[in-house]
């Protein structure tokens, strides 16, 4: 007579990672938290990681975007089980920067019939380009303002810059025009 002891182990659970929020919208140096939850194991670490390596993560999955970038940009937020490096789990930021615009300078003073050369500076994109309008005078493609001449007394030009890539960022700045002297 013989026996033997068989263990009869239930099935080994599939480990599942998941992320959460499954995707977010940021602008420029804005954070998201990420949570990860594993299943399928007693060991619930993860590792976090970006792709491309746009902005940065903690090791508790806080992402931070860039403060600058040329362009809208999707970033995949990776968490990588420790219990199994190939289970892992992403989820997608859109980092999208915002357009700022400036001009210089801003308030000046010139007499009837003379020019003053604006200069603009685009932020959060790489499409530089500007349009100019003026409600008095004449302003060229780029940026030279030309006071209208015979002007008796004083007036004021206002001078607008536009961002080409989004039409509602624009910089006012301010032209005192003055007769010209005798």
Known sequence: KASATVT????????????????????????????????????????????????????NGNYTAPTSLPSSQAISVVATSLADSTKFATATVSVNPTVTIAMSPIDSTI?????????????????????????????SLDGLYVSPAGITGQQRALITVTSVADHNKTSLASVTITAAPP
């Open 111 to 139: 007499y009837s019939g003379q020019s003053i050369q604006f200069t603009a500076s685009v932020g959060g994109t790489s499409n530089q380009q500007v349009t100019w309008s003026t409600n008095n005078g004449t302003i």
């Open 8 to 59: 009869i182990n239930p099935p080994a659970l599939a480990i599942v990672v998941s992320v959460t929020p499954p995707s977010s919208s940021l602008g420029l140096g804005q954070s998201q938290q990420f949570n990860a939850s594993v299943t399928g194991t007693a060991d619930q670490r993860v590792t976090w990681s970006i792709n491309p390596a746009v902005g940065s993560i903690s090791g």
